[in-house]
């Protein structure tokens, strides 16, 4: 009898290591409250020649001028010379502040420093200085046009061409007001109507998502709204929203939005507010970042219309942890705001924050994606966003990457996929996500 129970226990423990183990291997892809790993109906193994073309009953409307919860398709020709559906309910973060010496005399972000932790222990046990491109880009990802500047006339087009074919409608972009920028870069305000202008070509919006710069208040992010209205409001790539009242506004992404405490947001963004922009020609649907739970009482206090969670590193923050989103989703429905949950293929911020190994969130060939897509999807909100098109620097690009191996470094890649992995995901994704929301409206 005593060996039989010591057999027992034995066969529990080993057992017991094997779970253990089989958790840990899955700990990447870290899948919220059991959904499946598909969404219901996806079919992966569809090749892009049996991809199925529109319907007739398929929702043809004029970009920006929709309805929430209808299915904002758009049928575009591309260059390809076939109908494909491009989503204006699907938007994707971009970056214009990267820069080469054949543009700009200089590289720009791609030399990025490495960032010291804040505790000096912990930094004495990293390296320390900046990257040296183009053989050294701060990036564990290589890109297929390799360090580029943003200014570079021949490097716009391939983007938008890649948003295109991702079929996502709405183009982010990262803003800072004229003459300003980010720590590690230069202005790029300037290049705000190439932007405007290629995305048009290609039947893609574009949003902004407006920076946290030094001295920026409410009562500065009035001359901001009214400046981008004001130069970008009559372009035919200007992104509104037609919200469920009726309204038909732009839409802005406010990054770090706590910065600013709620009452002087509340002095922009309320009706009562001492220099309200409501129901004035620069009125708006803003958006909040939720990082921390007690943002989004911050957030409805503030006037916002919306929260969003940017960050792709699924357990980083309480808004970024998928597991969160029926909550916040429950909170904005019972308080009239938009919930717009942020998606991504991966994080990995090693290049810029060596010792944030931690947050790194592996992209298992797409698989990491997928469960972030799906757990989305399960909140039917009526906006997704991805994190990103383009930070090369936080590893959340869906950009083509190729393999890349120096006599220093060896580069992530998506292999055994090919450069546009993402971008057919993120398509077949746009594609399900509306057929979903049809039927959500039954």
Known sequence: MTRLRRKALVALFLFTLFIFGTMMGLRTLKPSDGFSDLAPGMDFNRERSERKRLDVKDVVVSPGQFHAGSS?????????????SIFYDIHIFYYLWYGSPSM???YIHWDHVLVPHWDPKIAASHAQGRHTPPEDIASSFYPELGPYSS????????????IEAAAAGVLVLSWYPPGVADDHGEPTEDLVPAVMDAAHRHSIK?????????????QSMHDNIKYIIDKYGKHSAFYRFKSSTG??????????????PPESWAELLTAKGSHSIRSTPYDGVFVALIVEERHKHDILASGFDGIYTYFASNGFSFGSSHQNWKAIKAF???????FIPSVGPGYVDTAVRPWNNHNTRN???????????????????EIVTITSFNQWHEGTQ???????KTLTRLYLDYQPNRPDHYLELTRQWAENFNKEKDKWLM
């Open 72 to 84: 904002d398709t758009k049928v575009v020709l591309t260059k390809s010379d076939r109908d494909h």
């Open 104 to 106: 700009d005399n200089k």
């Open 206 to 218: 574009v949003a902004f998502h407006i920076q946290p710069y030094r001295g920026r208040t409410d």
């Open 151 to 162: 200014r570079d006339p021949k490097v716009l087009e391939p983007p938008l061409a890649q």
């Open 332 to 338: 904005c429905d019972a308080n009239n705001l938009l």
């Open 247 to 260: 309204q038909v506004l732009p839409l802005f992404y406010v990054y770090d939005s706590y910065l600013t």
């Open 363 to 381: 992209r298992v060939n797409g698989r990491y994606y997928e469960t972030s897509l799906q757990a989305a999807l399960s909140v039917r909100p």
């Open 398 to 404: 869906i950009e083509k990457a190729v393999p890349k």
